[in-house]
């Protein structure tokens, strides 16, 4: 293991995804990969540019250094810049990404810490101590820092705050001999770091500031400003490599992305549905008559209600015969209507605490997420993997006898993760007990479960008017699968 050159002066800087945790526990594991590697990769273009140095990345934790292997001019300064375009990057990807990765994707910021080192050879009244640069033997060796520098950059992070560049008094005064004073400001109160007792430490203020040059008198040149803000490049998502069509360049609203996303899920499991169709298609007139007495009884959604539910019976032969759901287009006109869809329930949901869009769009991704749990693999269920098809390919017909049908029955997964979507539509934010006691118009209509029931009424409603027809086709052609569908909805 090899140390640094006494000379070496460096500025280390670590920067930690705010939020990562919960989000990380709603999604698969190849959601997680695929959002690492876009910010990262985008940092590593944005170090590229700047000259920084990449140390290593652990987990959600993203390590550069300025100033190694070769020196560099204003450190400091390079790092703050680097960061600040960090920031930035990360708000960009992580908005397109929530089309792609669903809700909270875009809700995800940086806490970052900079801190500034210089060894404690060379005379400086703010040196923090001496850093040791090696690769450890041993398997999968990696390049990697040791020493009390980055113990407290990584404390500069730790404490810092969503959204902001936290900088260590050695590194706010390397600023401030350089004539950047503007660009920095004190935190309110010190902070406590472990290891080191209270430091006072200082935010990096937000693309605004600007250092202003005097101007040099005798030769006229006018003054210069240098400023925080640099030049940088905007890359689209298939640039990154993550393969989404999606014209994500257009400006979107929150509430855009997440239709967007449950739009993508929902065309999944319409891709499955159609890949498991058989031959059998209704008479048109007879599945819209069909369509009209449903909900007309004059009874309420409750009333509807059944303990049990039959699901459809499975046939080996059927099973092995579906078509790769990949390969199936559900088509423009159908995809059109079901973002069309999407929008409006998305527009008829309040703007209340756990019963807004954004709150059905978690359940959705719990739901979604809970559907590929339902069998787990490996774990003495059972379930054999077939030797003659393709590696890790298990045996649909011992699955669907584990899952009780549920995984081999797209329309079932289809109105589950459709109920999620729906089930808070036009929720008044107050519990039912209170809407009865109002005696609300719903209530009295509904008398129990009046928020829920008035939800599935509205949703359903709108799905069964002309304008979503194709949407419709793609969800059941056959009277007995409208009615499946109806009843899975109801119980969900």
């Given amino acids: 293991m090899a140390s640094m050159a006494a000379s070496v002066i460096l500025t280390l800087k670590g920067t930690n995804i705010a939020g990562f945790t919960a989000w990380s526990s709603a999604r698969e594991p190849h959601q997680v990969f695929v959002l690492l590697e876009a910010i990262y990769g985008a940092f590593d273009k944005i170090a590229y540019r700047h000259s920084v140095f990449k140390v290593e990345t ?42 792609m990765l669903g809700p909270d994707t875009g809700d995800l910021d940086l806490r970052t810490g900079i801190h500034r080192f ?147 899920v929902l065309t999944s499991l319409l891709q499955q549905i159609i890949a498991s169709r058989g031959g059998v298609v209704d008479d048109i007139g007879t599945l819209y008559s069909a369509e009209k007495k449903i909900g007309s009884g004059g009874g309420t959604v409750l009333d509807e209600f059944t303990p049990i539910i039959s699901l459809k019976r499975l046939e080996a032969e059927d099973l092995r015969a579906r078509r790769r759901p990949s390969s199936i287009e559900i088509g423009d006109e159908a995809k ?57 390919d298990v045996n649909l017909v011992e699955l669907a006898g584990h899952s009780y049908g549920i995984t081999s029955d797209p329309l079932t997964q289809f109105a589950v993760v459709f109920s999620a979507i729906i089930h808070d539509v036009d929720h008044p934010g107050v519990p039912n007990a209170q809407l009865v006691k109002e005696q609300t118009r719903n209530a009295q209509i509904y008398k129990k479960s009046v928020a829920e029931q008035n939800s599935v009424e509205l949703a359903w409603g709108m799905l069964m008017s002309a304008e979503y027809s194709a949407l419709r086709a793609c969800i059941y052609q056959t009277e007995s699968d409208l009615r499946r569908f109806r009843q899975l909805v109801v119980n969900t």
């Avoid at 600040?84 to 990057?89: M, P, S």
Wanted: with cysteine.
């Fill in 58 to 99: 652990v987990g959600d934790c993203y390590v550069a250094a300025v100033g190694l292997p070769e020196p560099v001019d204003k450190h400091a300064l390079v790092a703050c810049k680097f960061a600040q375009d960090c920031l930035k990057k990360m708000k960009e990807v992580t908005l397109k990404l929530e089309v």
């Fill in 118 to 264: 210089r060894t404690n050879t060379v005379p400086y009244r703010h040196f923090s101590g001496q850093v040791t640069a090696g690769v450890l033997r041993g398997e999968r060796s990696r390049f990697q820092l040791f020493g009390d520098t980055m113990n407290t950059a990584s404390r500069m992070e730790h404490t810092g705050e969503r959204n902001r560049i936290q900088l260590s008094q050695t590194t706010a005064h390397l600023l401030t001999e350089a004539g950047f004073f503007q660009w920095i400001m004190p935190r309110g109160n010190k902070i406590y770091v472990k290891g080191k007792g209270n430091m006072q430490t200082y935010w990096l203020r937000q693309s605004k500031a600007r250092k202003v040059k005097q101007p040099d008198l005798k030769s006229g040149i006018p003054p210069v400003e240098e400023s925080l803000d640099t030049e940088e490049e905007s890359d689209t998502l298939d640039e990154m490599g993550l393969g989404f069509d999606g014209d994500t360049d257009q400006v979107m609203t929150k509430i855009e992305r997440l239709v967007e996303w449950n739009v993508e």
């Fill in 336 to 392: 059109s209507q079901l973002r069309n869809y999407l929008s409006q329930i998305a527009g008829m949901y309040r703007d209340n605490p756990f019963h807004n869009f954004q709150h059905a769009s978690h359940v959705t991704a719990s739901v979604k997420k809970l559907l590929t749990r339902i069998v787990k693999l490996g774990e003495g269920n059972g379930l054999a993997e077939s030797i003659h098809r393709k590696a890790n």
